[in-house]
């Protein structure tokens, strides 16, 4: 049973930083991709990497925010600075992968609450 579980969200100032972190817990067979969503209201995507180390970034996060990865620890990070009022959301790590069979696998966090307020 593989679970995502997320810590690092809460209530920050514009302008300051948070880190999220999502643990996987479980086994998975091969990561192909690791990202971060956020909703508010839509869902949109913010970070993710690629198993190859690849980043890409929303182009409104695009030099304040950066996606990383503990691989021996599974884990994926989302530094995120310089924190606006917009940036307000639940945030939701996703991992995609495959099976040793090839089959497509997907998994989600619970989310994790970002408020940007002062």
């Known amino acids: 049973q593989v679970q995502l579980v997320e810590s690092g969200g809460g209530l920050v100032q514009p302008g300051g930083s948070l880190r999220l972190s999502c643990a996987i817990s479980g086994s998975i067979f091969s990561i192909n991709l690791m990202a971060w969503y956020r909703q508010a209201p839509q869902r949109e995507l913010v970070a993710a990497i690629s198993?190859?180390?690849?980043?890409n970034y929303a182009d409104s996060v695009k030099g304040r925010f950066t996606i990383s990865r503990d691989i021996a620890k599974s884990t994926v990070f989302l530094q995120m600075n310089s924190l606006k009022p917009e940036d307000t959301a639940a945030y939701y790590c996703?991992?995609?992968?495959?099976?040793?069979?090839?089959?497509?696998?997907?998994?989600w966090g619970q989310g994790a609450q970002v408020t940007v307020s002062s």
């Open positions: 996703n991992v995609a992968g495959t099976t040793a069979w090839g089959a497509p696998v997907e998994y």
């Open positions: 198993s190859g180390g690849a980043t």
